[in-house]
C-alpha cells in the first residue's frame, strides 16, 4: 500500500473544495490500487465477498492497515479492494461514480453528498477529534466571551469555522460579534506564534509548534471539550449496503478488530500504520493521541443512542444548517437517513452474547 504524502492532519480542508470535486472530472487519475501483504489482487475469489473501499492519507485510517495487515478482513471472507487517493476530495468523484463501495470522509463531507442528491449510509465512526483541534488565545484573554469585537484567524468555509461558531454560541456569540480573517490553518498557526494574530484555530502539529515557540499564549478551548464537533465516519453507497450486508457487516468487524489490535498491542500496530503512512511509529504515536477511535459501544451510542451526549444527529442536523448558511448547499438532507447503527449494534450484541456464555 503506497501513500504519496505523509498524513499530517491533511484532510480538514476548506469544504467548497468537497463541492468542486463532486462534479470534477479525472476520476481515474488520482487512484493507485492497494495491494495486500500478500500481494493479492483484488478481484475476490470465489465465494469470497468482495469491497472496493478509497482512502486518503489520514491516520484515523491505522485500524482499517492493522486488519489488512494482520488479515482480519480475510478471515472474514472479505476481499479489500484498497484504493489510495492523494487527499479525500479526490474520493468524491471516485464514490459517485460508484469506481469505490465506500470511504471514510469527514460528517460535513458525507452532509455535503448527501446534499447533493448521494445515497449513502454512515455504517461506522471512524474517529472523532479529541483535543486535536484548537481554539488559541493571548493570556489575557480569559474566556470565550472575551473574543466579542476581536479578528480571529479561521478558514472560512473549512471544519474549523464551523467549530468556531459552535465555540461562539456556548458563550452567546455569532460570528458577527466577531472579525474573522479567513487563514488556512497552518498559516493560522504561524500568524499567532509570530504574533500577527491574538486568536486562532489551528490542529496538529501546527498548534503545537505555536504555542510551544509562543509564551503569550494557550489553548483556551479545545475538541476535546466538544466531542461531537469533528468526526470522520465510514460510508458505504446505500445501494450496494444493501445488496452486500454481509460484506459492510465484515468491513466494520474487521476494522474493530484492528482498532482492539492497537489498543492491546500499541507498539506492533502504531508500526503497522506508520509504515503505510512513511512516518516514524513515535510521530504516529504522538499524531494518535489528539483524536479518540470509538469502540463497539461508543459507535452505538453515536450512531443510534438519541439519549447519549455523543450521538451525532444533533451535530449533523447543526453542520447541514451550516452548509446551506454557507451556500455551500440549497437544500437541508435530512441526517437521521444517513445513519446507519444496524451494523455496530449487531457487532455489540454478537459481542454481549459470546461474554455470556
Not at 484567524?153 to 458577527?176: M, N, P
Not at 445501494?239 to 492497537?262: D, H, I, R, W
Not at 453515536?302 to 451526549?309: A, C, D, H, R, T
Amino acid at each position: 500500500m503506497h501513500f504519496s504524502k505523509a498524513p499530517r492532519w491533511t484532510r480538514r480542508h476548506a469544504l467548497w473544495l468537497m463541492a468542486g470535486a463532486i462534479a470534477g472530472s479525472g476520476l481515474h487519475a488520482c487512484a493507485k490500487p492497494a495491494a495486500s501483504p500478500s500481494g493479492a489482487s483484488s478481484t475476490s475469489s470465489q465465494g469470497t465477498m468482495s469491497v472496493s473501499f478509497g482512502i486518503a492519507p489520514w491516520i484515523g485510517f491505522t485500524p482499517l492497515h492493522i486488519a489488512i495487515e494482520k488479515g482480519f478482513y480475510k478471515a472474514l471472507g472479505l476481499d479489500m479492494n484498497v484504493k489510495v487517493f492523494d487527499t479525500n476530495a479526490q474520493t468524491f468523484p471516485a464514490f459517485v461514480a460508484g469506481q469505490v463501495d465506500g470511504f471514510g470522509p469527514t460528517t460535513s463531507e458525507a452532509m455535503l453528498l448527501a446534499a447533493k442528491g448521494v445515497d449513502l449510509k454512515i455504517v461506522m465512526v471512524e474517529d472523532n477529534s479529541l483535543g486535536a483541534d484548537v481554539l488559541l488565545a493571548r493570556n489575557s484573554i480569559q474566556s470565550i466571551k472575551d473574543l466579542k469585537g476581536e479578528r480571529i484567524a479561521v478558514e472560512v468555509g473549512g471544519l474549523g469555522h464551523f467549530f468556531l461558531l459552535q465555540i461562539l454560541a456556548e458563550a452567546g456569540l455569532t460570528d458577527s460579534d466577531v472579525k474573522l480573517v479567513n487563514t488556512p490553518p497552518d498559516a493560522a498557526a504561524t500568524a499567532f506564534q509570530t504574533g500577527k494574530i491574538n486568536i486562532a484555530y489551528s490542529y496538529s502539529p501546527f498548534s503545537g509548534k505555536a504555542i510551544a515557540a509562543q509564551t503569550d499564549g494557550r489553548v483556551i478551548y479545545s475538541s476535546k471539550q466538544m466531542p461531537t464537533a469533528i468526526v470522520d465516519v465510514f460510508v458505504f453507497s446505500t445501494k450496494f449496503a444493501q445488496a452486500n450486508p454481509k460484506a459492510v457487516a465484515a468491513f466494520v468487524e474487521g476494522t474493530f478488530k484492528g482498532a482492539e489490535f492497537l489498543k492491546t498491542n500499541r507498539k506492533e500496530g502504531v508500526e503497522i500504520a506508520a509504515k503505510q503512512f512513511k512516518i516514524k511509529p513515535e510521530e504516529l504515536d504522538q499524531q494518535l493521541q489528539g483524536i479518540r477511535i470509538p469502540d463497539v459501544a461508543t459507535n452505538v451510542a453515536m450512531l443510534g443512542n438519541p439519549s447519549s451526549k455523543d450521538y451525532l444527529l444533533p451535530s449533523l442536523t447543526k453542520l447541514a444548517e451550516f452548509l446551506r448558511a454557507q451556500k455551500q448547499i440549497q437544500t437541508l438532507p435530512d441526517p437521521s437517513k444517513l445513519l446507519d447503527a444496524q451494523y455496530v449494534r449487531a457487532l455489540m450484541q454478537a459481542k454481549q452474547a459470546t461474554h455470556m456464555q
